[in-house]
């Protein structure tokens, strides 16, 4: 599996180059677009110093380790929600006569490594913040278990939107308000939300696991909403769960696939 | 080799059950030649994609070299090649070579056997001078020269082409038309294609099977089919008047089409 995705990612990526130009804009734009994310953040804390009672420290590295979740995802498996597209072109039909998984091709259609860029921009915010909280090794170690456990919440999210396409043609929007959304939401404090909303994304759609509850257990902080602490070390727990519903939907969705008229 | 016994497929469009293909049986041995026919959206391309475990089939049991095509999917693919006359399996930007090496490497055949594939394939299907050429800029009949190679770079004990001669200039049908008649004498791959050119029925195939409504209407030689209209001059005009009879008597299952929303094709 792994080397299939390395082949398949090596052959995009070769393609991608093929085209020169459009390759160093998008590269550039995906810094530009990452950089003004983090104005928006400055912008806030020069108005008001604190946001929902976190420092701007604080709020750096929740926003980065989200980000950076968020952003290697999407690298890796971000294409898994354009299914609609292949499934209308008919290139799914030319990916399910090939000894490989489907998931797998459809993971690395259109791969191009300059999504990095994004990557490495919230790694760098991520990296600030840590360096100015001063956290001990105690709780330090779960930062690479948060990180992990986001990209693999992320890249459920992403195959549990493919798998909705197979039953709503063009549904991509509707999955990318779950996936792009999602990660716009952990982008602050979830208690500058209301309880409900950070109710549901601990509950149902898990991405207060992502970076808000193993965040708070690296901070020290307790729980605005009083879940105990070693709430956040369910992060890898949550991961796995919905890794789980998001695989038996993918093959649901194949097993059910329509194919197009010829 | 492909045993398929009461073979059905629904669709639900827009709350009606439509049959695309129902209660379909036949069996095809190792080494035959078999087209299938019928009129637009009778369900040739739906059964070869229940064939090649593209879509599961709601009725009726099938196997393909020993296979559950939808459940042995990924095995499957390593005994079966497929080509699809109106899609490629190419990395469009790709140069051919690259693209072939990409399959040899997805299929797992080793480097000797490859070459060696390779060579006879350049030879047979005159692949030369294009090898280095990315396939977006290949004509159709280079494209599906191509194609034909990528299908059968791992040896295949079956190949399933869906329409490949559609859009080929009368050379490169020719070209295709040898290459598929010698494989299937030389090699004894088993070749299972469909098609709309009864060009290719006379010259390359020994059976029919024709399929009309989603059922199985016809399964024999073309001798056989010719017979079943004996006033008539030509093959063409004896499948003409079967599409056309079968047109008249009323349909059951409304269009048969997979998809009321996808555009649309030849099925």
Known sequence: MIRTYALLAWAWTRAAAQYRVSFALMTAGAFVIGGLDIAVIWIIFANTGSLAGFGLTEVMFLYGASELAFALADLLFGSVDRISQQIRAGTLDVMLIRPASPWVQMATDRFTPHRIGRAVQAGTVLGIGLARLDIPLTRAWMVPVMVVSGIVIFAALFTLGGALQFLLTDATEVASAFTYGGAMLNQYPLSVYDARIVRGLTFVLPLAFVNWQPGLYVLGRPDPLGLPSWTGLLSPAAALALAAVAALAWRAGIRRYRSTGS | ?267
């Open chain 2, 1 to 267: 080799m492909i045993e398929a016994d009461g073979l059905g497929r629904t669709f639900t469009v827009r709350r009606r059950v439509v049959h695309a293909v129902r209660d379909l049986t036949f069996r095809v041995a190792a080494g035959e030649f078999v087209a299938c026919l019928g009129p637009n959206g009778a369900g040739k391309s739906t059964t070869i994609k229940m064939l090649t475990g593209i879509l599961t089939p709601t009725s009726g049991r099938v196997r393909v070299a020993g296979l559950d095509p939808s459940r042995r999917r990924t095995a499957l693919a390593r005994r079966i090649g497929v080509v699809f006359g109106q899609r490629t399996t190419l990395w469009w930007d790709l140069p051919l070579r690259d693209s072939l090496e990409l399959v040899r490497l997805l299929y797992k055949v080793d480097r000797k056997m490859f070459r060696e594939r390779l060579d006879e394939m350049c030879d047979l299907l005159d692949l030369g001078g294009f090898l280095g050429t990315p396939v977006r800029q290949l004509s159709l009949g280079q494209r599906m020269r191509g194609d034909i190679t990528a299908a059968l770079l791992h040896d295949p004990a079956v190949l399933v082409l869906d329409e490949p001669t559609i859009g080929l200039d009368v050379v490169s049908k020719a070209e295709v038309r040898a290459f598929l008649r010698r494989l299937n004498s030389e090699r004894g791959t088993t070749v299972l294609l469909t098609t709309h050119d009864l060009g290719d029925v006379e010259r390359l195939c020994r059976r029919v099977l024709l399929i009309d409504h989603g059922r199985l209407a016809f399964d024999g030689t073309v001798e056989g089919l010719r017979a079943t209209a004996p006033g008539r001059a030509s093959i063409e005009d004896v499948v003409a008047d079967l599409y056309l009879r079968s047109r008249t008597t009323p349909r059951t299952p409304p269009a048969p089409r997979p998809a009321a929303d996808e555009p649309s094709g030849t099925a």
